[in-house]
């Protein structure tokens, strides 16, 4: 499985590209998962219902399922889960499209989605492990590493492929 790790500032961006990535890969044929690290509290069950009830009681882990699908829920609340850790609980898949771990550099490939107006200095002027700017802007003065055009996913999904090496598929 081939981590890519999408990081920026919160409206930069990102969740668009990597739907539109999914979306791309899958079309061509790529099996694909997805990871989001939220930085507010999530709740996948409403209350009142059994999961949520058994959670409430203290169940550390608890999966609802029925006939299209599961979902597990997992408390981690004295250290939470790595990037890492997250991606060994997946099923095996060709990519793993992972946004929002800026602290963390698991990722087969890091790329930064930057738009000046959300925040004017660039993650990777302080990340080396940054691999590429996805970005809208006319240019960016200095860079060293890749810069490519946010609005066209299609060439960054090229980029992906060809930086990771994978059998090209569109």
Same mark, same amino acid.
């Given at each position: 499985?081939?981590?890519?790790?999408?990081?920026?500032?919160?409206?930069?961006?990102?969740?668009?590209?990597?739907?539109?990535?999914?979306?791309?890969?899958?079309?061509?044929?790529?099996?694909?998962?997805?990871?989001?690290?939220?930085?507010?509290?999530?709740?996948?069950?409403?209350?009142?219902?059994?999961?949520?009830?058994? #959670?409430?009681? $203290?169940? !550390?882990? =608890?999966?609802?399922?029925? /006939? +299209?699908?599961?979902?597990?829920?997992?408390?981690?609340?004295?250290?939470?889960?790595?990037?890492?850790?997250?991606?060994?609980?997946?099923?095996?898949?060709?990519?793993?499209?992972?946004?929002?771990?800026?602290?963390?550099?698991?990722?087969?490939?890091?790329?930064?989605?930057?738009?000046?107006?959300?925040?004017?200095?660039?993650?990777?002027? #302080?990340?080396? $492990?940054? !691999?590429? =700017?996805?970005?809208?802007? /006319? +240019?960016?003065?200095?860079?060293?590493?890749?810069?490519?055009?946010?609005?066209?996913?299609?060439?960054?999904?090229?980029?992906?492929?060809?930086?990771?090496?994978?059998?090209?598929?569109?």
């Amino acid at each position: 499985m081939k981590v890519i790790d999408f990081v920026g500032f919160s409206g930069s961006g990102k969740t668009t590209l990597v739907e539109q990535l999914v979306t791309i890969f899958c079309n061509a044929g790529f099996d694909v998962a997805a990871i989001k690290s939220a930085h507010h509290d999530i709740q996948v069950d409403k209350p009142g219902k059994d999961s949520y009830r058994f #959670q409430a009681a $203290g169940a !550390q882990q =608890v999966i609802v399922k029925n /006939d +299209s699908g599961w979902a597990m829920m997992k408390r981690t609340p004295l250290k939470p889960a790595t990037l890492k850790e997250l991606v060994s609980k997946l099923d095996p898949c060709d990519l793993v499209l992972v946004e929002g771990f800026k602290k963390e550099d698991d990722a087969d490939l890091r790329l930064e989605v930057w738009r000046p107006g959300v925040k004017e200095e660039a993650i990777y002027t #302080q990340d080396k $492990g940054i !691999q590429a =700017v996805l970005t809208d802007a /006319d +240019s960016i003065a200095g860079c060293e590493i890749p810069v490519i055009n946010l609005n066209n996913p299609r060439l960054i999904a090229r980029f992906i492929a060809d930086k990771l090496n994978l059998k090209s598929r569109f």
